[in-house]
Every structure is written in structure tokens, then in C-alpha cells.
């Protein structure tokens, strides 16, 4: 007789009922299973440090409001890159209407990379510094993706999604988040091929 394989345990579901019934360290055990890959996610698909930690606190902040109105049994990881990623565009739908409101007083000593507003660390061993080289590299050739390759790359290297729970997230089918990102890929190893040969030899 065959041996039956037990279903698959839905921790967020369980965690997310004893945060509904009052339990505030299961909504923190909730924000600790999310915090890094959501702000990953967020980081790469904004560029600027500052940004991403304050839409990170949105997007928990909406977790916080939305929990008791959430369906039974949805996907709550689908769900909060959801609300991620239209935050994200919210974010830089913003950041546009500034920069074409100040564009008649700008100079091109002005102009910084996003990467710019980073927190200075400090010299790295040089190991660490080439890491971080192609960690910027990349990272400068993501946001360069129309926002909605850009969204579907992040949730597939970052957030290791499947299709399937990309195309839930972004409300799109399957076969579409599959095609953006087949063609975000030669855009990545286009503005990669000069500098970051290691990368690029890794999305091939």
C-alpha cells in the first residue's frame, strides 16, 4: 500500500490566525520570515537604501491593517511582493513627478546614481569590494528593465518564486511572467557584458 504524503503546512496561515487572535509575537515571527527578501526585492527594484527601508515599514504596516480582511488560506507571500511591488511604483511614479518639477534648476554635477545615497562602509577586503562591485553592477542594470521585467526578474532570483506565484503576484498569467522574463534576460546581458562577465555567464 502506498504511503500517503502528508499535506504541506501552511505556517504563514497558522501564524497569521494567532496574530488575529492576539498574538503579537507570531506577527513578528511573520515579519521576520519576509523582512529580508522583501527588502531585497524592494532595494533592487528602487535603488536607494532610505527608500527601501520606508517602503518596507508600508508594506508591513499594510500587512498590519489588511490581516483581518485577508482571505483564508491566500497566499500570503504572493500577496505582500503584490503590495511590494505596487508600492515600488508608487515610489517611483513620485520620485518622477519631483525630478521633472526641479529638472529647470538642475546641473549635471547634480545628477547621482541611486546607488549614490548609500551609506558610506568603509574600505573592504578585496574579495568582499569585488562583490560588492558586481552586486552594484547589477543591481544598476535591473533598474535600467521596464518596471514590469524588472518586478518579474526580482521575484524570480530574489524572492525564488515559481512562475506560477509570479504571475499571482503580479495578476498576470503564467506564460506572460515566463516571457518577461526570457526577455529581460539579453537586456540584463547587454548592460552587463562589459564589466560583469561572471554575472553575465550566470544568466546564460
Given amino acids: 500500500m502506498a504511503k500517503q504524503e502528508r499535506p504541506a503546512v501552511n505556517i504563514d496561515g497558522i501564524l497569521a490566525q494567532k496574530a488575529l487572535a492576539g498574538d503579537e509575537q507570531a506577527f513578528e515571527m511573520l515579519l521576520k520570515r519576509y523582512q529580508t527578501p522583501l527588502f531585497s526585492f524592494i532595494y533592487h527594484f528602487l535603488g536607494d537604501y532610505d527608500q527601501a527601508c520606508d517602503v518596507l515599514q508600508q508594506v508591513f504596516l499594510q500587512l498590519y491593517i489588511s490581516l483581518p480582511k485577508l482571505r483564508t488560506g491566500e497566499p500570503l507571500?504572493?500577496?505582500?511582493?503584490?503590495?511590494?511591488?505596487?508600492?515600488?511604483?508608487?515610489?517611483?511614479?513620485?520620485?518622477?513627478?519631483v525630478h521633472f518639477s526641479e529638472l529647470e534648476g538642475s546641473t549635471d554635477e547634480d545628477e547621482l546614481s541611486p546607488l549614490d545615497t548609500l551609506p558610506d562602509g568603509g574600505p573592504l577586503p578585496e574579495e568582499l569590494a569585488e562583490h560588492h562591485d558586481l552586486q552594484r553592477l547589477l543591481s544598476e542594470a535591473i533598474q535600467t528593465l521596464p518596471p514590469r521585467f524588472r518586478a518579474v526578474v526580482l521575484l524570480r532570483y530574489l524572492a525564488q518564486l515559481s512562475f506560477a506565484e509570479i504571475g499571482q503576484t503580479l495578476q498576470m498569467p503564467e506564460a506572460t511572467a515566463k516571457t518577461y522574463f526570457q526577455r529581460a534576460k539579453p537586456l540584463l546581458r547587454t548592460a552587463l557584458r562589459e564589466h560583469t562577465g561572471k554575472i553575465t555567464a550566470a544568466l546564460a
Fill in 77 to 97: 507571500k504572493a500577496w505582500l511582493f503584490q503590495v511590494a511591488r505596487n508600492r515600488c511604483l508608487d515610489e517611483l511614479r513620485r520620485k518622477r513627478a
